[in-house]
Structures are given as structure tokens and as C-alpha cells.
Nanobody, 122 residues
């Protein structure tokens, strides 16, 4: 089965950095768009950043200039480098990807990871 597994979350002081990873595994034919979402208590889920197969990253205004999304297509992995972290960045970060499984007829589905906690202390 196809799954997404995140790693790299943790606790960091304001101004610090974290690097999140999300690896897709299973019977995969291809991975299309990949994205990072986050949700803090009391807030709606927010699209933080997404990236297409060939690059072309996009960011929420709140993280522009601080976060960098990238991907390694050979590893079916997406990363989120988070610099200059602020307490407002505290949230559960969840990976999302559009994945084509190795099946017939061909299809693509939206998959979600389990989420990883990022906590930024002041």
C-alpha cells in the first residue's frame, strides 16, 4: 500500500531551524504534486507550501522567505526547510501528495501522512 511518512518535527527555540521530510513508499508508479500543510489549535488547516514534479515551489505568505520546499524525485521525498521559526509556526505539519499507484487502470489519489508536531518556543 502507498503511504507517506513524515519525520523531522520537534521542539526548537524561536529563530531556530527544522527540516521536515516526507517519504512516499509502497507500490508507486509516480508522484505528482507534493505539499505541506499545517494546523494549529483553533485554526483551520493551512497550505504551507507545495511543489510540482519539475519544481515550481509555492508558499503561503506567512512563510515566504523563511521556508523552502524541495523534493527528491528519485526518493519520492519532499522536504520542508524551516528557518527563522516563530512561535506562530507551532502546528502539526502534514505531508500531502498526489500519487499514481502501480495499478491498472491508471489512477491518481491524494494521500496524507500522519503528521509531525513542530513546536517553537519563545
Amino acid at each position: 500500500q502507498v503511504q507517506l511518512v513524515e519525520s523531522g518535527g520537534g521542539l526548537v527555540h524561536a529563530g531556530g531551524s527544522l527540516r521536515l521530510s516526507c517519504a512516499a513508499s509502497g507500490s508507486i508508479f509516480g508522484v505528482k504534486a507534493m505539499a505541506w500543510y499545517r494546523q494549529a489549535p483553533g485554526n483551520e488547516r493551512e497550505l504551507v507550501a507545495h511543489i510540482m514534479t519539475g519544481g515550481s515551489p509555492n508558499y503561503a505568505d506567512s512563510v515566504k522567505g523563511r521556508f523552502t520546499i524541495s523534493r527528491d524525485n528519485a526518493k519520492n521525498t519532499v522536504y520542508l526547510q524551516m528557518n527563522s521559526l516563530e512561535p506562530e509556526d507551532t502546528a502539526v505539519y502534514t505531508c500531502n501528495a498526489v500519487i499514481q499507484p502501480r495499478s491498472w487502470p491508471p489512477s491518481a489519489s491524494n494521500y496524507w501522512g500522519q503528521g509531525t508536531q513542530v513546536t517553537v518556543s519563545s
